[in-house]
Each structure stands twice: as structure tokens, then as C-alpha cells.
């Protein structure tokens, strides 16, 4: 069997775990990042995408040729967990659903069409974070699942709110892997960073944090990041003690943090599970620590009043001018799979006019822009 992955900035980590999860069986792998060059292969490939709603509509277009030249074309990723019989419906062979490690390795012994959903939850302990076999490398996913339920969010309906953690001796295992291959930047892939190792995904576990950090540095890490990209933190889980472990150990001056609104209103509906004065907090204790805090905003909800809006807006201002926070600007998208999936994002002209004000001061950054025509075509993609 010979399967091309067409591989995009945004799906590079996946492919590196799926790989790493099926690198001891025996099929023939295939890397493209052209998708010119996808139409080029031979038709008895097989071709993964995997992709995210905002991407849907390139990749459906891009599929679309695929099967229309004959190729084989399997699809997994947040998409098409979300939509997997409508992409059945439009030609896909295979659709892959929520976490396909054991699924994506039983359809490599047994390539058969249809929905593929693995039946039991993942243990992350089960399989590598990386290929090495195919030289693909990523930050290690050492949390997975979701404690809480965000309207908006894909991430509880993809994988669960039972929290699961790799094993601290593994993930310095693959560390101590990565060093010997020169791979000296540890990053790590969690939906709370914080709450590393703890029961409930959310108090930290401070010693288990900092086995970890530890660990990852005594094995030779050069640089070591946590609590930044490609991860954030809950509000909840911002403590003196972990911010001082990431200070001691860590080389992001940068802690991602979710906010999501100033309106108390919205955060209960959007069912994020804290309070503004909570978040603000966090945030203060970040900043008193020497970090910057990188706070996470979206704007654009169809049931937002202006009164909500002005508290974001002001909000805002207020976290970057009191401590230095940066505004990390989102505009709404209707996620499918999500409870908010039918709904539309509207930011007035004028409000538009005041975050494009703060982001010419340097308040607000990101690619809220851009989001909004995103958004649009998420909201126009067939259910």
C-alpha cells in the first residue's frame, strides 16, 4: 500500500504522530507539499488530507479533482470528524473520526471504504509523539482531552473530556531520542499546559511539572517552552509556583492565555467555566512574574450587545496598559461539530474601526481579519 499525505503548515504535527503511531507497519509513505504534484502520483495511491474547518473549503476543492482523476482520497482531522458522511457523500473512500491511531493502522492492513472510528479512547503511552522513522518531528503531545465543554470548541468533541497524559518517562525518553539527533527544542502539545499530570486536567500537579521540565533539560534541551506555543493555559491553573518552575526551567518570557471575552454574559455562554475577574487575576500574576501575557479574545458573536463588546474592547485595553498584555484578537467561526456551529459572526463596521485602532497601537494582534472571510466560508459550507 503507498499513501501520499499532502502536508500543510497546519497539519505537520498530525502527520508527524500518525506516522510515528504506524511507522511499524509496512506500507510505503509518501510526502507531498505541493498539491501540484499530488495529481502527478500514481492512481493506485492513496491520498490523506487532513485538515481543519478553516481549510475546508481548499481542501474539498482540491479533493474534488483528486476523485475526479480516479486517486483514492481518505481524509481525517477536525473537518471531517465533524462532517465525515457528507464528505462519504462527495467521494472520499475513507473518512477517519476523532483519534485514528488504531483506526488508520487497521485500515492499513484492511483498506476498506467508509467511516473509520476507533472504538476505545487513545492511550497517549501507546504510541511515539513523532516519526523517526520517517525523520518527522514535533512538540510532544502530552495532554489530551478536554475538562471543559466551550461552545465554540472542537477540542472536547474530538477527543473527550477524559483527561489522558503521557507518561513523564516517556515523553523524556523521546526527548532524550530528539537531543541525540539534534533536535534541541522541547515544545509540548496540551489543551492546558498547567495541568500537566493533575486528575482533573486543571490544578497542577507543581512536582510533576517540574519532573518534567527537569527531565527535558538534564537530557540536553537547549531550549525548553512551556505554556506557549503551540499550547495555552486555563486561568485556573496560573499559580505562583508554576509560573516560578516555568521561569526556572523555561525560555518563553510569553504565557497563552484564554480570556475569550470582558462580558461575564457571554463567558456563561459560552460555557468557558470562569469569571472575567478570574482570568484577570491569572493574568496579573503572569505579568507580576516578569512573563507577558498573550491573552486570547474573540470577537463576532452573533448574541453579543454592544455592552459586550465595549467590556472586551475595554477590557483590552486595560490588560495591555496595566500589564503589558498582547492581544491575541480572534474573529467567531462557526466550528462544525460545535453547539455554535449554525451560527454567524457579526462585528459591526464600527466596532471593526476600534480593534482596528488598537491593533495600529499594537494592542491587538492575530489574524482576526482575515478570520472574518473564514468565517463566512465556514458558515456557507453544506452541513
Not at 82 to 101: D, S, Y
Not at 129 to 149: V, W, Y
Not at 277 to 295: D, M, N, Q, S
Amino acid at each position: 500500500m503507498k499513501i501520499a499525505f499532502y502536508r500543510t503548515k497546519s497539519n505537520r504535527y498530525s502527520i508527524a504522530a500518525l506516522l510515528g503511531a504506524t511507522e511499524d507497519l509496512d506500507f510505503s509513505v509518501v510526502l507531498v507539499d505541493d498539491k501540484e504534484k499530488l495529481k502527478s502520483l500514481s492512481r493506485d495511491t492513496y491520498i490523506a488530507l487532513s485538515f481543519m474547518s478553516p481549510e475546508a473549503h481548499e481542501h474539498l476543492r482540491l479533493a474534488k479533482e483528486l476523485i475526479n482523476k480516479g486517486y483514492r482520497v481518505i481524509a481525517g482531522g477536525p473537518h471531517a470528524s465533524a462532517r465525515g458522511e457528507q464528505l462519504l457523500k462527495a467521494g472520499f473512500f475513507a473518512v477517519f473520526i476523532g483519534e485514528a491511531e488504531e483506526s488508520f493502522r487497521t485500515f492499513i492492513t484492511r483498506p476498506e471504504p467508509g467511516l473509520w472510528k476507533t472504538s476505545e479512547i487513545i492511550d497517549l503511552n501507546k504510541f511515539p509523539p513523532f516519526s523517526m522513522k520517517h525523520g518527522l518531528f514535533s512538540p510532544i503531545e502530552i495532554t489530551r482531552g478536554c475538562p471543559f465543554s466551550c461552545n465554540y470548541c472542537q477540542t472536547p468533541r474530538l477527543f473527550g473530556r477524559r483527561i489522558r497524559h503521557r507518561s513523564l518517562e516517556q515523553i523524556i525518553a523521546f526527548s532524550r531520542k530528539s537531543v541525540e539527533l539534534g533536535r534541541k527544542v522541547a515544545r509540548f502539545i496540551s489543551p492546558n499546559a498547567f495541568g500537566y499530570g493533575s486528575a482533573n486536567g486543571v490544578i497542577p500537579d507543581v512536582k510533576t511539572i517540574e519532573e518534567l521540565l527537569k527531565g527535558v533539560r538534564e537530557v540536553g534541551m537547549r531550549e525548553v517552552y512551556f505554556g506557549s506555543f503551540p499550547s495555552d493555559v486555563r486561568p485556573e491553573s496560573v499559580t505562583e509556583d508554576v509560573l516560578e518552575l516555568v521561569k526556572n526551567y523555561c525560555d518563553n518570557r510569553t504565557i497563552v492565555i484564554g480570556l475569550q471575552s470582558g462580558s461575564e454574559r457571554i463567558l456563561k455562554l459560552l460555557r468557558r467555566g470562569h469569571t472575567v475577574e478570574g482570568a484577570v487575576k491569572a493574568i496579573e500574576l503572569i505579568a507580576r512574574k516578569g512573563f507577558t501575557p498573550y491573552v486570547d479574545m474573540i470577537f463576532g458573536f452573533p448574541f453579543e450587545t454592544q455592552e459586550d463588546i465595549q467590556k472586551s474592547l475595554e477590557i483590552s485595553l486595560k490588560l495591555h496598559e496595566k500589564y503589558g498584555a498582547i492581544i491575541h484578537g480572534h474573529t467567531f467561526m462557526p466550528l462544525p461539530g460545535t453547539p455554535f456551529e449554525n451560527l454567524k459572526a457579526v462585528i459591526s463596521p464600527e466596532n471593526l474601526k476600534v480593534i482596528g485602532r488598537l491593533a495600529a497601537r499594537g494592542i491587538i494582534k492575530g489574524q482576526w481579519q482575515r478570520q472574518i472571510e473564514i468565517s463566512k466560508k465556514i458558515g456557507n459550507l453544506e452541513a
